[in-house]
């Protein structure tokens, strides 16, 4: 059989004639649909919170929504709210931000590039990997963001972001409590936080706020730390199921 | 036809007809970027709804100097290739796609039946892809978003876009080459092998 080489191959020809086929079947209105159920969950709001069923996250978020509204536009004040929905090495806050939100950035606009080696020589921690079938998944891009001891390693891979410390703290604020859930990983308590328009930010060793750092995150967001004192967030498209297994994968 | 930013504006300081507008204006792409990903009508139907329900959630986050578009097609497709991932559809309804897209999907409009079956194989090939590479070619050769948008779309600076956009087609052409070979062969060439 005579193959062509496979640069030939017209790639971006069959994906426009692919693309002219697609028969897509007609576009719902959804208008109507999607107020109704906005209508539907402000009811819920007004009515029955809290309620039994009703998660705990959700439950402490409205309790203390009116506390840490502010707070996170006044980055000062959020030594007075320590630990909402705290783990050593995070901060979740919840509540509504004043001003404009910060940008989407990815991490080469906030942290420099690095080599494996060289994130491997800023810490004083053995890096961990996320491992597939027995074999470590290597990042396909490598960022250090701070120094010294708060320094945090940023492994970035095509489905999510792997960020890891073993003294900074990451800070993540969310705007409604529901999307806030605890999960466990490895026995260990993390929090899941729903896809869409939160904030991460990142403390220092000290607490201090890098405000370079700030940004809007629009996917997932996993959180959770290990016996051994480090702390890691995985920014990430995967479904939560995949992404827990993922980080009970790292070795 | 208003100017998008002010209909955001209005949104994001509760005007229930505003975010309608918002709906009406974009349900069709986000639909069928949800197709697209999870090929199945229904689905995708709850995918888009999700997808605004949740841009609404966040709305008041949202920087209104932005466009709203390529946030919410990052939301729904982020959506989209949740909803696909999960164990309960893909055992639900995997002989239902694979029906769709031999049966529905292409053939109906395509005229010519080896058009057709190049086309399925090339769908088929394109959804062997990663997730972000699948989200990229989708927008950019199925449905005509700009590149900037499509980068908007992943979260991702315009460079790194067309640089996993490239890698995506040379991934897209070794796929092709290993698993429809005839395919590979000079236009006109497959044609006359057909599938």
């Keep these: 059989m005579r193959e ?5 191959i017209p790639v971006e020809a069959m994906l426009g004639r692919a693309a002219r086929a697609v028969a897509y079947p007609p576009a719902p209105a ?3 649909r999607v107020l109704a159920r906005i209508e539907d969950e402000r009811s819920l709001q007004r009515v029955a919170l809290p309620v039994p069923g009703v998660r705990l996250a959700a439950a402490l978020a409205a309790a203390l929504l009116l506390a840490a509204g502010a707070a996170l536009a006044v980055p000062q004040s959020r030594d007075a709210l320590a630990d909402f929905f705290g783990l050593g090495h995070a901060k979740i806050e919840v509540g509504p931000v004043l001003g404009p939100a910060p940008p989407v950035l990815s ?7 690095a080599t494996l080696a060289e994130a491997a020589r800023a810490v004083a921690y053995e890096l961990r990997f996320p491992m597939r079938d027995g074999d470590r998944l290597v990042p396909d891009e490598v960022y250090l963001q701070g120094g010294g001891e708060s320094a945090v390693v940023i492994f970035v891979y095509d489905d999510f972001d792997l960020y890891q410390t073993d003294r900074g703290i990451f800070g993540k604020g969310a705007p409604g409590g529901d999307q ?8 260990q308590r993390g929090y899941w936080i729903d896809e869409g328009g939160h904030i991460a930010y990142h403390f220092d060793a000290q607490g201090r706020l890098v405000v370079e750092t700030q940004r809007t995150v ?8 290990e016996h051994e004192g480090l702390g890691f967030r995985l920014e990430t498209s995967l479904a939560q199921a995949d992404a827990i297994a993922l980080a009970e994968s790292l070795r | 036809m ?21 709906v009406r204006r974009h349900e069709e792409l986000a639909f069928r970027v949800a197709y697209l990903i999870v090929r199945d009508a229904a689905e995708a139907e709850d995918v888009a709804q999700e997808g605004f329900v949740r841009a609404y959630r966040s709305l008041r986050r949202f920087d209104a100097r932005r466009p709203f578009r390529p946030w919410l097609l990052r ?3 982020n959506l989209a290739i949740n909803s696909r991932r999960s164990a309960r559809r893909r055992d639900a309804t995997a002989e239902r796609v694979e029906r769709d897209i031999r049966h529905r999907s292409m053939a109906d409009v395509a005229d010519d039946a080896a058009q057709a079956e190049e086309a399925r194989r090339v769908w088929e090939a394109v959804a062997t892809l ?26 991702r600076p315009v460079g790194t876009a067309k640089s996993r956009l490239h890698r995506a087609l040379r991934r897209l052409r070794d796929v092709i080459q290993q698993r429809y070979p005839d395919l590979a062969r000079p236009v006109g060439e497959a044609t006359k092998t057909g599938a």
């Design chain 1, 107 to 113: 991490p080469e606009s906030f942290a420099r590039p």
């Design chain 2, 75 to 77: 939301i729904v497709t």
């Design chain 2, 2 to 22: 208003l100017d998008e930013t002010a209909v955001v504006l209005r949104a994001k300081q509760g005007d229930p007809e505003a975010f309608a507008t918002l």
């Design chain 1, 218 to 225: 629009d996917r997932a967001t996993l959180l959770w730390e």
């Design chain 2, 130 to 155: 990663r997730p972000e590479e699948q989200t990229l070619v989708y927008l950019r050769y199925f449905l005509d978003v700009s590149e900037a948008e499509a980068a908007a779309a992943i979260g």
């Design chain 1, 180 to 187: 806030v859930h605890e999960v466990e990983i490895s026995g």
């Design chain 1, 4 to 8: 062509l080489a496979q640069d030939l």
């Design chain 1, 30 to 32: 959804l208008a109507s």
